[in-house]
């Protein structure tokens, strides 16, 4: 779930107000407008944004199946990347569209906003990113090729940059009917154009489970096997919701066999929901609006927390099962240990928050709250044993959680204090504005030290940590927040944890670093301290992730030197690039330096390779799939040996893993 970017030190500067009037509006033309702000369509122009190009002409083809008319989707990496996508649904409409006085074809194809799914009687509900869809993938590609089946008639038109490049041609009949989109993302608008094989099977895998009985299949002509077949996966779920959070769980202990599994409709809006309780001490719960991952949540996922709370509480207050709990249970004793996937279907959703995931429709948190409550009672009756496993996690829970408020309101009052009451191992930076400032989470004092006399004091923070972090996957949550490593992090950071509403929210009002940077070094220890970390700001700061603040830090893995010449490689292609230019490919023929260590650099090289905003690379951790990296890292820290084991078996070949 990593985007890498380059840092860049730039800064706005202001416009002479003397030359600003109105010839200074620039009025941007349909697709031109795509072209000149990218990222205000797509998010943004790296890795992350490359990949939604796929996703909105998948959405398209997902949309043709959620109507009904569609059940196979075929997404093929080509060897230059690139991307195909073919469905065998109805083919967009090519007759006149009398309005724009062009093919439908070409009007979904070059005019923002325009589609079938503003149409009630043709989509009832639709997917995609922005609304902007296929139109905005064509902007952003240098050659794009639409060709529709549609009434035994196959015809084509191809695009540039949105731009058609004829009129749409008939090329043959058929008996087939269908949509194949092929396009070239345009180079000069992304950092890197290179499609990343499992980003794309994780979200072809979520949209199958998302919408049970379709076929997706992933092809990667880019790798073959002996025999020169490309990397293939299909995707097909029979049972929906239920199947993905037995996906998400597998390498958890099931507290109950069954998956509660809901299928229904309320007040119109069509819901789906799986459930089910492990033994783990977090509340892992996915939310779906029309296939979009609403990380914020949103009123869907308020109506199934409140019904979940109050329908378990009921039950377990009829059954006596509390009368011996000595305190109150709120509404996350409810959710410990819980792993579920909501998913609703809404005509008109209603997006807010900064990622505008957040579904902000009242009528819908009824709708699930009365799904919710009226398929749990029927299963806690239905299932007297399961009922008393799953009031006896949430009395566990609630017990732990007892046993964690003085450790967390520690915290609390370790925070709020300034000053003194800041970690003593933290080197503070001058600047008090948020926005401008950093913290690098350094591993251990000796590269503490260096980073500290290397580092820009006006902005950059360091906080060294000693050894490796506690396991959060595996611990209690009052041992969370009694390790001395994690209270720092909490403290020096300045956030504070819990609210009347959800105890284990995390506020970031009072946020001292608008960068939070994980620099290990680059060898078996560090890439697993590196992993600890973020599973603990996974499962305890996922806000901070959501809002972009997290980062991993890149050191050069070697510094090469042949005569005068000498270079920093951070990959093994890029050590063997120096050797062939000025060691003649002979390896003998070059000094080599073997980075391991960050404590193996002075302070000058880390400052110039690694901390300098001017030079560095950044990874920032994004959630390309709440749901996808929670199973990783219950996989990756968890008990279960077996699944880790097979993990770095099929994943070893593609990617340097040491956990």
Request: one cysteine or more.
């Amino acid at each position: 779930m990593n985007q890498e970017f380059i840092d860049e030190n730039s800064r706005n500067r202001a416009q002479n107000s003397n030359d600003y009037s109105a010839n200074s509006i620039t009025v941007l033309e349909g697709l031109e407008a795509v072209r000149k702000r990218p990222a205000m369509y797509i998010g943004d122009i790296g890795t992350r944004g490359l990949h939604h190009l796929v996703y909105e002409v998948v959405d398209n083809s997902i949309d043709e199946a959620m109507a009904g008319y569609c059940d196979t989707i075929d997404v093929i990496i080509k060897k230059d990347n690139t991307v195909s996508v073919k469905d065998n649904g109805r083919g967009i409409p090519v007759d006149l569209h009398e309005k724009e006085g062009k093919s439908a074809l070409e009007v979904v194809m070059t005019v923002l906003h325009a589609g079938g799914k503003f149409d009630k009687d043709s989509y009832k509900v639709s997917g995609g990113l922005h609304g902007v869809g296929v139109s905005c993938v064509n902007a952003l590609s240098t050659y794009l090729r639409a060709e529709v089946h549609r009434k035994g008639k196959i015809y084509f038109q191809e695009y540039s940059i949105g731009i058609p490049q004829s009129d749409i041609q008939q090329i043959g009949t058929t008996e087939e009917t269908g949509t194949i989109i092929t396009f070239k993302a345009d180079e000069s608008i992304f950092s890197l154009v290179e499609y990343k094989y499992s980003v794309l099977a994780s979200r072809m895998r979520e949209l199958a489970f998302l919408n049970r009985g379709i076929t997706i299949t992933l092809a990667d002509e880019r790798e073959l096997d002996e025999e020169g077949n490309a990397k293939f996966e299909k995707f097909h779920s029979e049972r929906g919701l239920e199947e993905f959070v037995e996906f998400i769980d597998e390498s958890r202990e099931k507290l109950t066999e069954k998956v509660i599994h809901i299928v229904t409709e309320k007040n119109d809006v069509p819901v789906e929901l799986a459930i089910q309780y492990n033994t783990s001490f977090s509340e892992n719960v996915y939310s779906y609006v029309n296939n979009i991952n609403t990380i914020e949540g949103g009123t869907h996922l308020t109506g199934f927390r409140r019904g979940l709370t109050r329908t378990l509480k009921t039950f377990a207050e009829k059954s006596g099962m509390l009368s011996k709990l000595k305190f109150d249970i709120n509404g996350d004793d409810f959710r410990e240990g819980l792993t579920a996937v909501i998913s609703v279907k809404v005509q008109e959703p209603q997006f807010e928050g900064q990622t505008k995931t957040k579904l902000g429709n009242s009528d819908v948190s009824l709708a699930v709250d009365q799904a919710v409550s009226t398929a749990l009672n029927y299963y806690l009756e239905e299932n007297p044993r399961d009922a008393k496993i799953i009031v006896d996690k949430v009395i566990l829970a609630a017990t732990a959680r007892h046993a964690a408020r003085k450790a967390r309101e520690l915290v609390q009052r370790k925070t709020v204090m300034t000053g003194g009451g800041l970690p003593g191992k933290l080197a503070d930076c001058s600047d008090k504005d948020p926005a401008s400032c950093e913290v690098f989470l350094v591993e251990g004092d000796s590269a503490g030290g260096t980073a500290k006399q290397g580092r820009n004091r006006r902005f950059q923070a360091i906080l060294p940590l000693r050894g490796k972090i506690l396991n959060v996957e595996k611990a209690l949550q009052h041992r969370v927040f009694e390790s001395e490593e994690i209270k720092n992090i909490f403290t020096a950071l300045g956030v504070s944890i819990g609210t009347e509403e959800d105890s284990k929210a995390l506020n970031l009002a009072k946020l001292r670093y608008h960068k939070v940077v994980i620099m290990t070094d680059a060898d078996v220890d560090g890439r697993h301290i590196n992993t600890l970390i973020m599973t603990f700001f996974f499962r305890f700061m996922r806000e901070l992730i959501v809002e972009g603040y997290l980062y991993i830090a890149t050191p050069p893995l070697y510094l090469l030197k042949k005569g005068k010449n000498e270079r920093y490689c951070w990959s093994e292609q890029q050590r063997q690039d120096f050797i062939r230019e000025f060691g003649g490919g002979k390896e003998d023929a070059v000094h080599i330096q073997r980075y391991k260590g960050l404590g193996e650099m002075n302070a000058e090289q880390l400052w110039d390779t690694t901390m300098n905003p001017e030079e560095r690379t950044l990874r920032q951790i994004t959630i390309e799939s709440a749901a996808e990296a929670d199973r990783v890292f219950s996989m990756l820290m968890g008990d279960d040996v077996p699944p880790r084991r097979e993990f770095i078996e099929e994943n070893a070949t593609y990617a340097n893993i040491d956990v």
